[in-house]
């Protein structure tokens, strides 16, 4: 006998959301406290023309994505599930990557995130409904 039981798929999806967020806040509490970070948030926003509101806006809309995956993979029906778990998971590691500080702390709190994603991804990828 198993005495190991499944965890639901939809429980799975939203704890790894919830593990992505908190290390993304982390992410962001760590690097305010590192002189000179201001600075360069003027530089990149400089390098790629938009201003510092726009950029704050891009990261308060990653923000609120993954927040709503938290809900969201457990409320959605199993199809549009999957695929708003695997679409969502991809946008959030390119946003990961692509504003990406060379901070150890940052890269090791992307590697954390990046793999929990992959999870959300595979595990969205490889889920069949049971109850079909």
Do not use: C
């Amino acid at each position: 006998m198993n005495s190991i039981k499944k965890i639901d798929t939809k429980v799975l999806l939203s704890t790894l959301w919830i593990v992505v967020m908190l290390n993304m806040l982390k992410a962001d509490i760590l690097s305010l406290n590192i002189p000179g970070a201001a600075e360069e948030l003027a530089r990149t926003s400089a390098s790629t023309g938009a201003s510092i509101p726009q950029l704050m806006f891009i990261g308060a809309i990653m923000g609120q994505l993954g927040i709503a995956m938290i809900f969201l993979s457990r409320v959605l029906k199993y199809g549009i599930n999957r695929w708003v778990n695997i679409v969502v998971g991809f946008v959030t590691i390119a946003y990961i990557w692509g504003g990406m500080a060379s901070y150890p702390h940052y890269i090791f709190i992307a590697t954390v995130e990046t793999l929990s994603l992959l999870l959300i991804i595979g595990f969205a990828w490889t889920w069949r409904n049971v109850e079909a």
